[in-house]
Nanobody, 121 residues
Framework: QVQLVESGGGLVQPGGSLKLSCVAS????????MGWYRQAPGKERELVAT???????NYIDSVKGRFTISRDNGKNTVYLQMNSLKAEDTAVYYC???????????????WGQGTLVTVSS
């Protein structure tokens, strides 16, 4: 069973920092694109940042210069370093990945269970 498990959420004051991690596990041949999404209360889920297998990144405008997405291909892990956090960054953050399953090479899309980030004083 291929799955994603996130960690690193929590409560932080405005201006603070958090680092999210997401590990892919199971029968994995290769992980291609990975990304982070978020869903704030009463709002639709939105893309925050993506990273390709060779490290090309993309961010939504509201997090540019504050958030950094990175990955460790040897550990099948993606990170989201969040700095200068604002109240409007409060949301459940979800990891997403495209994974080629080991053995079958099926191209699977997987989501993590979500981790809550709350920015409040």
């Amino acid at each position: 069973q291929v799955q994603l498990v996130e960690s690193g959420g929590g409560l932080v004051q405005p201006g603070g920092s958090l680092k999210l991690s997401c590990v892919a596990s199971g029968r994995i041949s290769r992980v291609s694109d990975m990304g982070w999404y978020r869903q704030a209360p009463g709002k639709e889920r939105e893309l925050v940042a993506t990273i390709t297998s060779v490290g090309s990144t993309n961010y939504i405008d509201s997090v540019k210069g504050r958030f950094t997405i990175s990955r460790d291909n040897g550990k099948n892990t993606v990170y989201l370093q969040m700095n200068s956090l604002k109240a409007e960054d409060t949301a459940v953050y979800y990891c997403n990945a495209r994974i080629f399953e080991g053995g079958t090479l099926r191209n699977l899309e997987r989501w993590g269970q979500g981790t809550l980030v709350t920015v409040s004083s």
